[in-house]
């Protein structure tokens, strides 16, 4: 099992990891909410993925998305 071989030392380095990318997520967010030139970047990435939706339906999901990585971030 891979548990057995990680050790404390090896879970605290995952731990460390995983809040990094937390952080980073959470930043990310904060400027896509802050910043309406990098939400529309980020809405034309996505409508370039999923052209079957709409820019609007995809710019009220990431609103939606990033206010709750936000709530459950803090």
């Given at each position: 099992?891979?548990?057995?071989?990680?050790?404390?030392?090896?879970?605290?380095?995952?731990?460390?990891?995983?809040?990094?990318?937390?952080?980073?997520?959470?930043?990310?967010?904060?400027?896509?909410?802050?910043?309406?030139?990098?939400?529309?970047?980020?809405?034309?990435?996505?409508?370039?993925?999923?052209?079957?939706?709409?820019?609007?339906?995809?710019?009220?999901?990431?609103?939606?998305?990033?206010s709750?990585?936000?709530?459950?971030?803090?």
């Open positions: 099992m891979e548990s057995d071989n990680i050790g404390n030392g090896g879970w605290r380095c995952r731990l460390d990891l995983l809040r990094c990318r937390l952080e980073s997520l959470i930043r990310q967010v904060w400027l896509i909410k802050s910043c309406p030139h990098v939400l529309n970047k980020v809405v034309d990435a996505l409508q370039q993925k999923f052209t079957s939706i709409s820019k609007t339906q995809l710019r009220n999901k990431v609103c939606e998305t990033s709750l990585l936000i709530i459950t971030g803090r």
